[in-house]
């Protein structure tokens, strides 16, 4: 994977383990302007929560510890389904983030080692970067190490104070911050490392005597300074790492940045990617060699794709595995296969449990749903296939339905080997039609249809000669009847003309005699030729 979320377990931290990282995520998140809690949010397809939890976890400290509070509920449902190794410690309400690490601490009794804290809506931040920021921490044998970013605009951040020789004095919030302080542009990322002593005695002597009324965790650092201890700030060249998102227009910002840098990726791992502003490709996706990505494609979830497939344009994919070679154009699918060297689309909809085999096809207009299709079938054109096997080889004609509900159950159908359904039929489940069968066009099945048998089912054709002119007199219809007459020289223009395909498959000779029924009303006309589409897939 070309991306950081994905980097194996660190096990190079020098000096042994930190005992905790605390991941601070109990705070409103009120500028999202969502029911849901702003952690749950995704980059990329991810929580921004998770990439906090697998970047701490990746340290393998003796605990991570994640502190709730606002919508926690839904938080704390949210970790014990992706991380069920954290500690969750509540806080009920939000005095600061002094006070949230506070509330962790008091949790953690028997500390020896270092703490880490960082925030749970800060997705691009790697553990890559927290190993160096511990190990910056452990060369300079600081009591706390901040990791700071200098950033062009450091509007709304805490500034980092720093002192002769460059080591920092204090991080000011920029409500409490003067003039000059303001002009700084080294930001507090918000994500230390601290001694554990110096943090314990810090957080116990924390008061809220600022703008906010609340206890700030960055106050921590003025006081190990006056207890005569030494802070460093580690700045990382990566600002985005220390980038939180706070609205929705910092989400889609850091979303494009995150798409950017896995575009990149893969792009490097030899992906073609036509249009990466309009390409969207989640960190879980898994891209080929020579796979070429067309513009307005969206792959997500656990999708896959093989070298030489092309996918694209205006496709999206989420939980699809798509074989060598394979071309998927203007689809929308989920959780389906597609074989090697198989097509899709344009304007397929593959729905959960349909699976392509090799060369096979799903073409314009067809939707899918638990579809077994065998290699080298077909479905080319108008047809929902729900439910069904297709056997290797078999022709879905164009406008077949295979009807699975009937309102109360679902029933499934399967079409044997090299069998062919003709267009425009309905198989009513559960339907066999077993290998090298025939179903006529237009047709209805009910039963089963054996072996190497022709099915027909439908009402047979009746032509009636002299029909137009008698009840459509003085129509277009008419006139250009009585001048197909005049040239032809047949009485009437009602005989049909002979097809030049005689071996077409639906064609039941006894249907093209002529029928002359009795007279019919006007509500019960067919005009001639009418169950003889001539759209079955002709292509080999
Ligand atoms: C904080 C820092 C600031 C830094 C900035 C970086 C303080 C006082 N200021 O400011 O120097 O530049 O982060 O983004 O620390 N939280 C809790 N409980 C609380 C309060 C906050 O869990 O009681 C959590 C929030 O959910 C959030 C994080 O702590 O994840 C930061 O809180 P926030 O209020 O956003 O701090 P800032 O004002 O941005
Ligand atoms: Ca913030």
Redesign the pocket.
Known sequence: MPVSGAVPPTSTLEGGPVSAVV???????KRMRSSRS??LHEIAGRTMLSYAVDAATELQPEHVVV????LREQVEAHLAEIAPHVTTVV?T????????VQ?ALAALPDLAGDVLVT????PMLTSDTLVELVADHRGARTAVSVLTARVADPT????IVRGAGDDVLA????RDASEAQRAIHE?????YVFDPQTLREGLAQLRPT?D?G??????VVGLAREAGRTVSAFATRDAWQ???V?DRVQLARMNAEVNRRILDGWMRAGVTVVDPASTWVHASVDLAEDVTLLPQTSLEGATSVAAGATVGPSTTLVDVEVGEGATVVRTHGSLAVVGAGATVGPYAYLRPGTVLGERGKIGTFVETKNAQIGARAKVPHLTYAGDVEIGEDANIGAGVIFANYDGVTKSRTSVGRASFVGSDSTLVAPVTVGDGAYVGAGSTLTGDVGAGELAVSRARQRNVPGWVARKRAGTKTAAAAEAASASSGAPDGGTPSPDPSGDDPVRLPEQTETVVPAPLSDQAVVPPGSDRPDTNERES
């Open positions: 991941i601070l995520a109990a705070g409103e998140g702003k952690l502190v709730v509070g606002h806080q309400e939000q005095r600061g983030t002094g006070h949230a509330v925030y749970g809506d800060v709304g951040y805490g500034r991080i000011v919030e920029e930001i507090n990322s918000g994500i600022n906010q609340e206890l700030y965790l960055t106050d220390t980038e939180g706070n």
